[in-house]
């Protein structure tokens, strides 16, 4: 019997270099799968003489695919008014455009695949696809992962900055009674991994997305950390304890509507990493989790996306 054939719609963003970071954070918003980036190519500006002119622009082209189904018209509109907002915000720049097409195949998911290759995402941390092979050098600590079609290989800077404000909290700090985390939105599970392979005593990792938590689950499994993370399909308002750190990879508008439930999960002392933030957010988010008893201790950055490290004061 041959296998059961699906369609999906196949969306291909050409956007200038300087977007595709916030374009492919639309993208997973938008419930996408197997968001990835092809290489860039120029195009180059020339006059009626073929001579070149102006400065060349790097275009980069991203794919994503959706179910074919009655919900897919109205992401496509979405998309497009988030495109036509960024041109509105960055006139400088080249618009973005987007061509789709429809892809009936049972083996779709396996063509991104080759755009994912091992990563470091930090000084010590690899990311790697089970798939590709990495010989690890000096103090290097690989990750293996799965993504299946869950949006996080660790190529995104949100994750690459979260990555990197943990991994200095962790081998620079040891409290009493060790590392107790809790990483929402956990998503493929790379937080939650990198927190237990650099040293954390025990994870929590959770998200809203039934399909995400499976995925991480397996990727838990296949790096043999099931006995540091749990992980479960869980809403962060349920959520009870402390923890002497909370890695949040979000968007703004979420990390501010959760800042209360989220601060009362700190411990005295305990660190928020909150990730996922675009520049334009960083006064907001700031203003809502700053305190008497949550302090900023450091602000990451990559091109628009931030990442801020905040503490709360010891009781």
């Known amino acids: 019997m ?3 054939k699906e369609s999906w719609v196949e969306i291909a963003v050409c956007t200038p270099q300087q977007l595709t970071d916030p374009v492919s954070n639309f993208l997973d918003e938008l419930g996408t799968h197997g968001v990835f980036q ?8 020339f006059d009626g003489f073929g001579e070149e002119i102006g ?13 074919d189904d009655d919900a897919a018209g109205k992401k496509l509109e979405d998309l497009n008014h988030y495109l036509e907002s960024l041109a509105d915000m960055f006139p400088g720049l080249e618009k973005a455009t987007y061509t789709t097409s429809i ?20 000084k010590n941390i690899i990311v790697k696809p089970t798939w590709e092979r990495y010989t690890p050098e000096g103090g290097d600590i690989v990750i293996d992962i799965d993504p299946g079609m869950a949006f996080g290989t660790g190529q995104h800077a949100s994750t690459r ?9 962790i081998l620079k700090n040891r409290p009493e009674g060790g590392w107790k985390v809790l990483d929402v939105g956990t998503g493929t599970g790379i937080l939650a991994m990198c927190c237990a392979k650099l040293g954390a005593d025990h994870v929590t990792a959770i998200d809203l997305d039934q399909q995400a938590v499976e995925i991480a689950g397996v ?32 968007t703004a508008p979420t990390l501010i509507n959760l800042c209360e439930k989220i601060c009362s999960l700190i411990s005295p002392g305990g660190y928020l990493v909150a ?29 628009e996306w931030v990442c801020i490290v905040f503490r709360k004061k010891e009781s």
């Open 219 to 250: 990727n838990i499994a296949i790096n043999e950390l099931q006995d540091h993370i749990d992980v479960y399909n869980r809403d962060v308002s349920f959520m009870e304890g402390q923890y002497n750190l909370v890695a949040a990879n979000l």
């Open 38 to 45: 092809e290489e860039a190519i120029q195009e180059e500006s």
């Open 103 to 122: 892809i009936t195949d049972p083996d779709w998911s396996e063509r991104w695949k080759k755009y994912f290759k091992p990563l470091r995402i930090s």
């Open 2 to 4: 041959s296998p059961t």
């Open 275 to 303: 990730s996922g933030i675009t520049d334009t957010y960083i006064n907001q988010v700031e203003k809502a989790y700053r305190s008497e008893d949550l302090f900023i201790e450091e602000r990451l950055a990559e091109k």
């Open 55 to 67: 400065e060349t622009t790097r275009l980069e082209t991203i794919k994503a695919y959706l179910p």
């Open 161 to 169: 900055l979260c990555v990197n404000a943990i991994e200095d909290i």
